[in-house]
């Protein structure tokens, strides 16, 4: 195996991450024609609705027991990047805010302090199918940041940037930059109080497709960069160094090297988390991600206690109107619309 490469790990749905991240789950659903509430068009018998993660006829209900999704639930002491390739998603959160966006628009949730949210993800059309796919990548906050103020924003799929790797006749690899930059280019700027709001974080989330026999470098940044490349779809392989890689593939990375990379003969989609690490302890349980045993304690007794600002929405699992079209309404009430 080539020194490059330090660890080599099969993927499925949920994969292993690496400090700064947290988690990371990759939605794939075939879902299909939505009902004039657009809740699927098929029946849902079967299923064990408010815990299915089990694929069935191509998709998964999640928490949701009519719209696919999951319904309000709470965070603390992170942040969540919902990168929507296909489909759309439903924002509600516990201080008012609110939204819909998807096919290629990004969310940065910083939730700090706390917030309760609701992700649910309607099935618009009633005409056609309406296939999802999505990334919800955990980042982790610093103890200092831990109880910054909730903020949301959206990286809308117009504005993201995008590069193109190789010549005008040759293979290419398209990138995009969700967070951090690539050979000169620097993404949209996240929340103020993201980790990855300081360049010397070297804060990478990128989203790669390579097209068969296209090359890419990934540039040596530093030894203490943590580096993890998921090659989570794709019927070929790639290559780094002298070891080919099937797809569904979490590679660990020397941070502090160059990474060449080759495509196969078919085209291959990865992602990109890397980071400097939060050299700080990490105790998770469930949604909060803390310190200390206390703080995760305190986390829960705060949230009974508060329900971190209530919730002003009339279903756990509000959806928008169907024709709401994509738009944001953030925590301080100004409006966007795409």
Request: glycine fraction near 10%; aromatic fraction near 12%.
């Amino acid at each position: 195996m080539s020194h490059r490469i330090l660890r080599l790990q099969k993927i499925d749905f949920h994969w292993e991450m690496e400090n700064p991240f947290i988690f990371c789950a990759h939605h794939k659903d075939a879902y299909p024609k939505g009902d004039e509430n657009q809740e699927p068009t098929v029946s849902l018998t079967g299923r064990q609705l408010g815990e299915d993660f089990a694929i069935k006829d191509g998709f998964r209900m999640y928490h949701g027991t009519k719209v696919p999704g999951f319904p309000m639930h709470p965070h603390r002491g992170f942040e969540t990047v919902t990168i929507v390739k296909t489909g759309f998603v439903d924002h509600f959160d516990s201080v008012g805010a609110s939204g819909r966006y998807g096919n290629g628009d990004v969310q940065w949730l910083t939730t700090g302090s706390g917030c309760q949210h609701a992700e649910m993800f309607p099935l618009v059309s009633m005409e056609e199918e309406n296939p999802l796919e999505l990334f919800q990548v955990w980042l982790n906050l610093p103890a200092k940041d831990k109880f910054t103020k909730p903020a949301y924003k959206m990286l809308w799929s117009e504005d993201i940037p995008n590069i193109t790797i190789g010549d005008d006749y040759g293979p290419k690899a398209m990138i995009t930059i969700i967070s951090g930059g690539f050979e000169g280019k620097h993404g949209l700027t996240p929340n103020p109080a993201s980790y990855a709001s300081d360049p010397n974080h070297h804060l990478n989330i990128l989203l790669i497709e390579m097209e068969p026999y296209s090359e890419i470098n990934l540039p040596q940044v530093s030894k203490t960069l943590v580096r993890n490349l998921y090659y989570y779809e794709g019927e070929g392989h790639i290559t780094i160094g002298t070891e080919k890689i099937p797809s569904s593939r979490r590679i660990k990375l020397d941070g502090n090297e160059v990474i060449e990379i080759t495509n196969g003969s078919k085209t291959s989609y990865l992602l990109l988390l890397e980071g400097e690490p939060i050299n700080e302890p990490v105790v998770s349980y469930g949604p909060f991600v803390m310190n200390t045993e206390q703080e995760i304690r305190n986390a829960f007794s705060d949230y009974q206690h508060t329900r971190f600002g209530g919730w002003p929405w009339n279903r756990t699992d509000p959806i928008n109107p169907r024709d709401s079209g994509r738009y944001a309404k953030y925590m301080d009430g100004t409006y966007e619309k795409k």
